[in-house]
């Protein structure tokens, strides 16, 4: 295995292939020669994607679905047919995330707060649990969860997204404790700043200096798929994309829009 193909011969499942980081994170495992098979909710764009996967790596796989309606039951049936095609899934990554607006909790529609607390959490903890088999049938299987800054924890107007994100992380470090030995390692990856529609739906003009396209984050997703991600299990690595650690003055360095009801 050279340098440059760090995932040949593995398979990866993206989840949220289609979003900003998904995207450029699976050109990336592509052209580290990982098979991927990419999921994603819009069908239009998992057939864009392909085309460009398969110009840069290993033929994928598509597998439309929408986190927000899948059952435990479909999970299930995802992961038989992963074992029917392969026998084994050696990476599985987390990138799909449900963010509306910044609001008031107590103006919070209780369907958003629902819907934010189910794609960002509890779907992918089912996903996860149905695909353990097949992750545990791998000699060296990584999953990774791509989480948010953790400072918007507790801040006002962040709602539903700010508390999934911090079940996120500490998801991270329970299933890796409970893993232990069981050859599968769980890790997280909280990328700097990015250019993504995401983003766009909490900034009016974003003038931080330390913002990104989501390309600069693709290969720490690459990275921690990899055996060299073995030293992140159980822990979350924080990137900052061309700084060692994010400069505190820059990190409000944004103006935000607030979202309020209609009176």
């Not at 398969?54 to 049936?77: R, T, V």
């Not at 974003?206 to 990275?223: I, K, M, S, T």
Request: a neutral charge.
């Amino acid at each position: 295995m050279s340098a440059g193909k760090s995932l040949e011969g593995r398979v990866v499942f993206v989840a949220g292939a289609t979003g900003g980081l998904g995207e450029a994170a699976s050109l990336a495992c592509a052209r580290a020669g990982a098979t991927l098979v990419l999921s994603g909710r819009q069908p239009r764009k998992l057939d864009k994607l392909y085309d460009a996967v398969k110009s840069a790596g290993p033929e994928p796989l598509l597998y439309p679905m929408d986190l927000e309606g899948a059952s435990p039951d479909d999970h299930l049936e995802l992961a038989q047919r992963l074992k029917d095609a392969f026998g084994r899934l050696d990476g599985l990554l987390h990138c799909a995330a449900e963010f509306r607006a910044l609001t008031p909790l107590e103006y919070t529609d209780p369907a958003h707060v629902a819907r934010a607390m189910h794609i960002n959490v509890t779907a992918p903890m089912w996903l996860t649990m149905a695909l353990m088999p097949v992750l545990k049938a791998s000699d060296d299987a990584s999953v990774v969860f791509v989480v948010d800054d953790a400072e918007h924890a507790g801040k006002p107007f962040w709602g539903p997204y700010a508390i999934s994100q911090q079940s996120r992380a500490a998801l991270v470090a329970q299933w890796a404790a409970e893993m232990e030995g069981a050859g599968v390692r769980i890790c997280g990856l909280q990328p700097g700043p990015m250019r993504t529609p995401l983003r766009g739906r909490a900034t009016v003009e974003d003038v931080d200096p330390n913002l990104r396209n989501p390309e600069a984050y693709a290969g720490d997703c690459v990275r921690l798929l990899s055996p060299t991600g073995r030293q992140w299990n159980g822990r979350i690595d924080r990137v900052m994309a061309g700084h060692d650690v994010a400069r505190p003055e820059a990190r409000s360095a944004r103006s935000t829009k607030l979202e309020l009801p209609l009176l």
